[in-house]
Nanobody, 124 residues
Framework: QVQLAESGGGLVQSGGSLRLSCSASGFALSNKAIGWFRQAPGKEREGVSCINSGAGDTFYADSVKGRFTISRDNAKNTAYLQMNSLKPEDTAVYYC?????????????????WGQGTQVTVSS
């Protein structure tokens, strides 16, 4: 059974850090592109970051560039999103998703499997 599970969300003060994890089961992450998205109440789902398989090219939304870092540990079948210098506007439910045999995309409809999401709340 293909599953993705996010963890690591929580409540943090502005300027703080969190590391989100995305653990996969039922398939290998190593040859998949992995994306992180977020959705705040009343807003559309937004692409945050993505990492390709292979060389591991990474992409970031302008709003998080320089603050967030995406990575993957194929041995642990897990991807991560390190979030530093968090701002109240980063508050959202964060989702990880995978692309099957395709490169990173900013369009959430391209992704094949999704996790259930983890809440990140940044207080001012």
């Amino acid at each position: 059974q293909v599953q993705l599970a996010e963890s690591g969300g929580g409540l943090v003060q502005s300027g703080g850090s969190l590391r989100l994890s995305c653990s996969a089961s039922g398939f290998a992450l190593s040859n998949k592109a992995i994306g992180w998205f977020r959705q705040a109440p009343g807003k559309e789902r937004e692409g945050v970051s993505c990492i390709n398989s292979g060389a591991g090219d990474t992409f970031y939304a302008d709003s998080v560039k320089g603050r967030f870092t995406i990575s993957r540990d194929n041995a642990k079948n897990t991807a991560y999103l390190q979030m530093n210098s968090l701002k109240p506007e980063d508050t959202a439910v964060y989702y990880c998703a995978v692309l099957w045999f395709r490169l990173c995309s900013s369009d959430f409809s391209d992704y094949d499997y999704w996790g259930q999401g983890t809440q990140v709340t940044v207080s001012s």
